[in-house]
């Protein structure tokens, strides 16, 4: 029987990536008379991957990696209004609303009031995540939050751990392979995959043929509520 389900929130409650790779089309024709610059997608990926460690994940390590890759591809040319307008496109996603999934609310609301306790489980900037969550009109739904830096088996393992919740009995709802399902499933829990319409280049990994033990895949949120009834059924 799963007693608590877990929702992962960028790209699983609410859209996240698509806003990134909108934001960062307009970084590209923003540099364009500088360049040209075939490769400014990948050079801005590198940078992110650079800054993880230093920034964390979120809009002011996006906004200051945008920055920074400016300056390197332009060799220090990019001028200061330039740079003011990168700053602007960062504020300006801050300040975007957020917009549920579609069935979102629906699912979630249905879930409220029956017998499993519901959490969100949320990688990145504390800032953000809070914001993004109460402006998503969900907080009120849940039992607990857990906004945390880093989605890996220890992160999982210290939450369970932290609300008493048995492994064998927690399920994860996510986006993300790599943080939502596969650190899940490494610690003896289940995990659904709903894949989102984007993938960020650093949340990426490897497909493995075949099911994994542990893990289901739904083309939307909204089968998640007939999977949890096979669950508990079988
Ligand atoms: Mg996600």
């Given at each position: 029987m799963i007693e608590t389900i877990a929702f992962d929130g960028d790209d699983t409650l609410w859209?996240?990536?698509?806003?990134?790779?909108?934001?960062q089309a307009r970084f590209a024709d923003l540099l364009a008379p500088y360049g040209p610059f075939p490769d400014v997608p990948e050079r801005l990926v590198a940078t992110e991957g650079r800054n993880l460690s230093s920034f964390g994940y979120g809009i002011k390590g996006f906004t200051l990696s945008m920055i920074e890759t400016a300056i390197e591809l332009t060799d220090g040319r990019i001028a200061g209004r330039d740079i003011q307008a990168i700053i602007d496109?960062?504020?300006?996603?801050?300040d975007h609303p957020v917009e549920l999934l579609a069935g979102?609310?629906?699912?979630?609301?249905g879930l409220v009031g029956g017998p499993r306790r519901l959490m969100v489980i949320t990688k990145g900037d504390l800032f953000d995540q809070?914001?993004?969550l109460a402006r998503s009109g969900l907080a009120d739904l849940f039992d607990a939050v857990e906004i945390v830096s880093e989605k890996d088996e220890g992160t999982y393992r210290r939450i369970?751990?932290?609300h008493a919740i048995d492994p064998a009995a927690f399920l994860m709802v996510g986006n993300s392979l790599r943080s939502d399902v596969l650190p899940v499933v490494g610690v003896g829990a289940r995990a659904v995959h709903v894949p989102y319409e984007v993938t960020w280049a650093h949340e990426q990994v490897e497909p493995v043929d075949g099911r994994r033990p542990?893990?289901?895949?739904?083309?939307?949120?909204?089968e998640l509520p007939a999977l949890l009834d096979e669950l508990?059924?079988?």
């Open positions: 859209h996240n990536e698509t806003l990134f790779s909108v934001t496109a960062g504020k300006s996603m801050r979102v609310r629906d699912v979630v609301e809070e914001s993004k369970l751990d932290r542990g893990v289901w895949e739904l083309a939307a949120i909204r508990d059924a079988a």
